[in-house]
């Protein structure tokens, strides 16, 4: 693999996980495999919608499948992708307090304080 191919492969990847439906599946199948069912249940879109964006995230070797039945059950492909994902989401966390003290209560009226305090 190329240096750019392997650019080009983990831009793919992270752009696999920043879609918002598919952060919500992976959020679902945190605690476990997932029928298409559940999920669209759970996110509250059509089944068809939920089965595009695991095939997104089954293409990226994000997610396992198997079948029974009728019905199509998903899981985590490797479970490390919750570490990765969560220092993400402290990243951002620390951030976005950083970015918040840098911001004046004049500028941001949410920050001011209560008339009580």
Not at 10 to 28: D, Q, T, Y
Not at 46 to 68: D, M, P, Y
Not at 89 to 117: C, H, T, W, Y
């Amino acid at each position: 693999m190329t240096i750019t191919q392997m650019r080009i492969f983990k831009a793919e990847f992270f752009k696999a996980l920043a879609n918002p439906v598919r952060k919500r599946s992976r959020i679902e199948m945190r605690t476990g495999e997932k029928s298409v069912n559940d999920l669209a249940a759970s996110i509250q879109i059509e089944q068809a919608g939920v089965s595009q964006h695991l095939a997104i995230l089954r293409a990226k070797h994000l997610v396992k499948n198997r079948k029974k039945g009728n019905s199509v059950y998903y899981s985590i492909a490797d479970p490390a992708i919750f570490v990765l994902l969560d220092d993400a989401a402290r990243i951002f966390k620390n951030n976005l307090i950083d970015l918040q003290g840098l911001v004046s209560p004049a500028e941001n009226p949410s920050m001011m304080p209560a008339p009580n305090e």
